[in-house]
């Protein structure tokens, strides 16, 4: 049986110590996760793996991890896969000697275009034996082709592909294509990759040291911290080499949250009515504040000179940043932002960690805007003088403040500090308005107010007691939203992957009419197909959406889409997966046609999926990567948790 202390050893033979890792090993280690659906087999592999990396080449262990989530750096740092379909199969053609035509046979036969690369480069008579490649050699191609830009800029990405790809031999074209696709597809989720790193590690120190294998308890603690440390500081590259130098045990002592490394925002849980928020809530203290209809944003600021040192930033400078809820960084786009912080940061406020939401501000009613014009900002490349949407901060939340970590105060604690160090400036910033009453009728009116204020809605918070600690990265319990559009419908919105569409008709031919959306599925990474959309559409949003997403048409659905098939309508075109709406709907129901969350919520055992009634675009989401969107677990929740299917009205549960 394969266990990380147990006898089953990884098969990749063992290379050289202190030679650079294969990519062939790490290739071998994706064919056999790929080949397992068991998460604990999985784990096993990734781990034994991460074993005889940190055994025999421990420098390249950040390197490995960082190829095993499909990613080349830190969030953050904005060094992006995803390399359009179109381009790789160019790249394919022209490494392994083949015809287009040929190739999009083979794809429309095999659907994988890493299957087909394989294929091709397998097939291929070649007159030199190329150099084996290595983890770091295919790792410094992609930095490469991944942060290629301006002029010849696809020329030279091509060729990138290529040379990776004519050094490529039996399964590694296949996970090379992957990776450049951005989808692995090992249904690998980052978090077991997080659990297999701390069990190598503990069982590779203690072989180290001369020690008996770990105890399970040992193995708990050592998981418990790195998932703590990551959630506070979720980059690898200050973790790992951290982690080599004083072990995994001592992480918490000198691997903290710290200024420049954004934290993944906690979010809310939707609800339909405020008697259930009172239900969730009740005899716990808790706050009600406005939803702000704008950006998340969270700012990140160091003092030059501040008393406390961090090692990633110069002491001298200090830093000023923001991020976004995706942990992009957004200071090119909101430089009037950092230009204000003097007027309403107070003295002796040196370094902090502040979570808010920037919302267009109506400088002669001075009052908030709704999002759409946020939504005519510029992105990049702003500049203070030329702003025309001006914006205001609203803070909610403040999670580091001077050199130390908040996330694990109560809220009331972490929101009486933030009250204390900022000071409101009208349409600069303000603290989220909030009551603490705890009555239905106080809540009821607070909801009204805060539409008409331009809100969406509340978000109702745990105030005190450990459950109100920041909880980073998580959609929690602790905090609900409750949005006056949504009370009797669905209870939210949902923010859908747009992934084909149908040609318009009469008026609208030169566009496209309609569309088909997916929900996300985290643990297979597959897209699911949850309904069609053709309503919520100007003319002139249609010829926009045509213009944006043109572009991204490819020959046939992705392997990882799923969707009904046989004599089900199909889409005309089908999309790469970058579009995300938000989009409304009445209610959800079950459908043969579609495949959200199929085997979840259909009781009667009928392979229905769950569909949306009546949907409406509301917005484009491009704050969202169309791995955020919302999930199929959370569309079954959605589902069950309507009056009609908790109460079987009419005697059936759900419709057709
Ligand atoms: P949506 O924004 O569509 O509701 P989401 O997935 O972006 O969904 P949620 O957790 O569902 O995020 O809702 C919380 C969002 O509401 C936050 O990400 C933030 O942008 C916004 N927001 C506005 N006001 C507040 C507030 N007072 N406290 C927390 N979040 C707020």
């Avoid at 421990?58 to 381009?87: F, Q």
């Avoid at 951005?182 to 069990?199: D, F, H, N, P, Y």
């Avoid at 203290?285 to 950006?295: N, R, V």
Wanted: charged share 30%.
């Amino acid at each position: 049986k394969l266990t990380a202390g147990g006898k089953g050893l990884h098969p990749y033979p063992d290379w050289a110590a202190g030679t650079p890792v294969p990519y062939a090993a790490l290739v071998k280690t994706f064919t056999l996760i790929e080949a397992t659906s068991k998460r604990l087999e999985k784990l096993s592999h990734t781990s034994l793996f991460l074993r005889q990396v940190l055994r025999l080449s421990p420098d390249e262990l950040l390197m490995v991890i960082h190829m095993m989530i499909n990613r080349l750096a830190a969030d953050y740092e904005g060094v992006e896969l995803g390399i359009g379909e179109s381009l790789l199969m160019k790249a394919i053609c022209e490494s392994c000697g083949r015809t287009m035509q040929k190739l999009k046979e083979d794809h429309k036969e095999v659907g994988d275009l890493g299957e087909v690369a394989m294929k091709s480069r397998n097939t291929q008579t070649t007159l030199f034996k190329p150099k084996p490649l290595t983890v770091a050699s295919v790792h410094a191609g992609l930095k490469e082709i991944a942060t290629t830009k301006g002029e010849g800029g696809q020329t030279r990405k091509v060729g990138g592909i290529k040379k990776l790809l004519s050094a490529a031999k039996g399964d590694e074209a296949k996970y090379l294509v992957r990776c450049l696709e951005g989808k692995l597809r090992l249904g690998l989720a980052e978090r077991t990759v997080i659990v297999a790193l701390s069990q190598a590690m503990i069982v590779h120190e203690a072989e180290k040291a001369g020690k008996k294998a770990p105890s399970l308890e040992q193995m708990t603690a050592a998981e418990s911290i790195l998932k703590e440390v990551y959630s506070s500081l979720p980059n690898y590259e200050i973790i790992i080499p951290e982690m080599m130098k004083v072990g995994i045990m001592k992480l918490k002592d000198t691997c903290k949250m710290q200024p420049g490394v954004p934290l993944k925002p906690m979010l809310a849980k939707p609800t339909k009515a405020i008697s259930e928020v009172l239900d969730r809530f009740e005899g716990k203290q808790f706050t009600c504040e406005y939803k702000y209809d704008g950006e998340r944003v969270q700012i990140h600021y160091v003092a030059p000179n501040a008393s406390t040192e961090f090692p990633t930033i110069d002491k001298e400078k200090g830093i000023a940043k923001i991020f976004s809820r995706n942990s992009e960084e957004l200071s090119p786009k909101y430089p009037d932002i950092l230009a204000a912080l003097d007027k309403w940061v107070q003295k002796g406020v040196e370094s902090f960690v502040l979570d808010c939401e920037a919302v267009a501000w109506d400088r002669e009613e001075k009052r908030v805007l709704p999002f759409q014009q946020l939504m005519t900002r510029k992105k990049k490349d702003v500049a203070v003088e030329d702003v025309k949407v001006k914006v205001c901060v609203f803070g909610f939340d403040l999670l580091f403040l001077n050199g130390k970590s908040l996330v694990q105060e109560t809220l009331a604690d972490r929101r009486k500090l933030m009250y204390k160090s900022f000071t409101p400036v009208l349409g600069e910033f303000a603290f989220a308005t909030a009551t603490d009453g705890q009555e239905l009728e106080t809540i009821q009116s607070f909801l009204e107010e805060s539409i008409k204020a331009s809100c969406e809605g509340l978000m109702v918070k745990m105030l005190d007691t450990s459950e109100s600690f920041y909880e980073p990265s998580k959609r929690s319990r602790n905090w609900l939203k409750v949005k006056k559009d949504y009370l009797a419908g669905a209870g939210d919105s949902l923010d859908l992957v747009v992934i084909g569409a149908y040609h318009g008709k009469g008026k609208r031919t030169s566009w496209y009419g309609a569309f088909l959306l997916a929900c996300y599925n985290p643990s297979s990474q597959n897209y699911e197909t949850i309904c069609n959309i053709g309503t919520g559409f100007s003319e002139e949003m249609l010829a926009k959406i045509h213009a944006h997403l043109v572009d991204f048409e490819i020959e046939k659905p992705k392997p990882y889409y799923i969707h009904a098939s046989g004599n089900m309508q199909q889409p005309d075109v089908w999309f790469e997966p970058k579009v995300v709406w938000e989009v409304k709907t009445a209610d959800l129901s079950l459908s043969p046609k579609y495949m959200a969350a199929k085997g979840i919520a259909d009781t009667e055992g009928k392979g229905r999926g769950i569909s949306l009634r009546f949907p409406r675009f509301i917005r484009e989401r491009d704050d969202k990567k169309p791995d955020d969107a919302t999930t199929s677990s959370q569309v079954a929740e959605m589902y069950n948790r309507q009056d009609v299917v908790m109460n079987g009205v009419n005697g059936k549960k759900g419709g057709a």
